[in-house]
């Protein structure tokens, strides 16, 4: 297996393949690692996936967690609750991609994936076998599937043609980590005025990150640098505050987009990531919705490579994946209109936006969207329907020989879990035996706690496959056979 690419999309998605057992390699045309912080945010969903994979506590010691979103527009303040109450995570996760990069290259390496750094692809062919890509230089590299985690500018994308809709916004942000004097709330703490807006979330111990659309600015040249001066003063203009800007140790410009890949899947490529989609920076989804994509793609790349997948199952990446990627760019470009609203519109902002932001049922979609908790999918064809079916699966707690267990820590390898409440002849251990390398089953001794299932089918990425209530041995057979293949 190859993947293009080493950011927090390609990286997860290697790690996930070599804690499977799957040979990966990563190919990066960077020669050095990245020490960027251009994404710096981890929603709830992204830290219930890494927590799945053992590794979560150890990035929420390193970042702020914001409970909160504070916007204020032209001096209203008002409050958007970020404290999930489905998840062990009721937070924004700030922290700067370099970090979370990190993170997930050590377990990657740890695991056994191969790096290749400085690696440029310039070729891509593919037949029933398999995937060749040429290297500049002229080197070759053979693999069964190949990813393209490369970025907004993607060459696998390119290479495969695949069709990149949309538009590039004429929105000129500049992005810059600042430390601030001023007082601010532990909150991303976004302003709205007549001359743009900026967004700052904490970075702790004063530092903030701060993304500016400056209404006044948009003629500058992506080659200038940034100054702190220039800085200091859309902050102050934007804002109406002197936010007090005491130092500046990272800086950019860009240019926003709202692009999708026209498909996710050409034969045994795949996109991931900013490959797949790219979307302004306002609501901070970009890096969440990457390694969301990573971890729907992984577990069935290495049912694929085993041999074992249904013929549908690796079609299902592009069929669940697509629609969230659009439902993402539909509300960061949501986002960026209310940002960017006309002179008629600003005259009235100030007394819409608070209707809508403090309205239960849109309060409520945005936060489950933003957050990721919201995501579920469809039932595949060819597989038994049921209650939940698709839905995300908390963090159950469990009890298992005695012992007080958590469903989270059961994840992370690739494998189903299938739960089996006490209390009914369903089978226990026997039932799954068969497919005991692709399905991790374990007998509980109480109940579930997840409607009135007795029995629940895990996917390795955490959502629903199937529930039922006291089910026979067989049905539980067929319904491991549609999802895991024959034994």
């Not at 069709?163 to 992005?175: A, E, K, M, P, Y």
């Not at 577990?299 to 592009?318: F, I, S, V």
């Not at 933003?370 to 469990?398: E, F, H, I, Q, W």
């Not at 089978?427 to 035996?433: D, K, N």
């Amino acid at each position: 297996m190859i993947i293009v690419g080493a950011g927090p999309t390609g990286l997860m998605l290697a790690g996930d393949l070599a804690a499977a057992g799957i040979p990966v390699k990563v190919l990066e045309r960077r020669v050095e690692e990245s020490n960027l912080t251009r994404a710096f945010a981890l929603h709830a969903r992204s830290l219930e996936l890494l927590a799945m994979r053992g590794f979560a506590d150890g990035l929420v010691a390193q970042g702020v967690q914001v409970p909160e979103v504070r916007p204020r527009i032209k001096g209203r303040e008002l409050v958007f609750n970020m404290r999930h109450p489905e998840s062990r995570f009721p937070y924004v996760l700030i922290l700067g991609q370099a970090r979370t990069e990190a993170a997930l290259e050590e377990r990657a390496r740890g695991l056994g994936a191969e790096m290749v750094r400085g690696a440029e692809v310039a070729g891509l062919t593919q037949d029933g076998e398999g995937v060749t890509l040429t290297l500049a230089g002229g080197r070759t590299e053979r693999a069964d599937y190949v990813v393209g985690c490369d970025g907004a500018h993607s060459v696998v994308r390119r290479l495969l043609s695949v069709g990149f809709s949309g538009r590039s916004h004429d929105t000129r942000i500049v992005l810059a980590d600042v430390l601030l004097q001023a007082d601010l709330p532990l909150a991303v703490n976004p302003f709205i005025g007549d001359d743009g807006a900026v967004l700052l979330p904490p970075y702790g111990n004063g530092w903030f990150r701060a993304t500016i659309w400056d209404r006044t600015r948009q003629g500058v040249p992506f080659g200038e640098p940034v100054s702190i001066e220039e800085v200091r003063d859309a902050l102050l203009r934007i804002t109406g505050r002197d936010l007090q800007v005491a130092s500046m140790r990272w800086s950019m410009r860009f240019l926003s987009e709202r692009r999708q890949a026209r498909h996710y899947r050409a034969g045994r490529v795949f996109l991931a990531g900013d490959a797949a989609h790219v979307h302004s920076p306002l609501g901070a989804m970009g890096m969440s919705t990457g390694l969301q994509d990573a971890a729907n793609l992984s577990w069935k790349l290495a049912a694929a490579h085993r041999g074992w997948a249904p013929q549908w199952l690796l079609d299902t990446y592009e069929s669940e994946r697509h629609p969230v990627g659009r439902m993402v760019l539909r509300m960061t470009d949501l986002l960026r209109r209310l940002s960017e609203a006309p002179a008629p519109v600003r005259l009235i902002r100030p007394y819409v936006a608070p209707a809508i932001i403090n309205h239960p049922r849109v309060s409520e979609a945005a936060r489950m969207t933003l957050s990721g908790l919201g995501v579920s999918y469809p039932v595949p064809a060819g597989v038994p329907g049921s209650p939940l079916a698709g839905t995300r699966v908390p963090d159950l707690s469990l009890v298992i020989g005695g012992r007080a267990a958590r469903l989270y820590d059961h994840l992370g390898d690739g494998r189903f879990v299938l739960l089996q409440a006490a209390g009914a002849d369903t089978g226990g251990r026997a039932v799954g035996q068969p497919w005991h390398d692709r399905v991790r089953t374990l007998d509980c001794d109480g109940p579930l706690l997840l409607g009135k299932a007795s029995t629940v089918l895990v996917r390795p990425d955490g959502y629903t496959a199937w529930t039922a209530t006291y089910p026979a041995p067989a049905r539980t057979r067929e319904v491991l056979r549609g999802w895991c293949g024959r034994v």
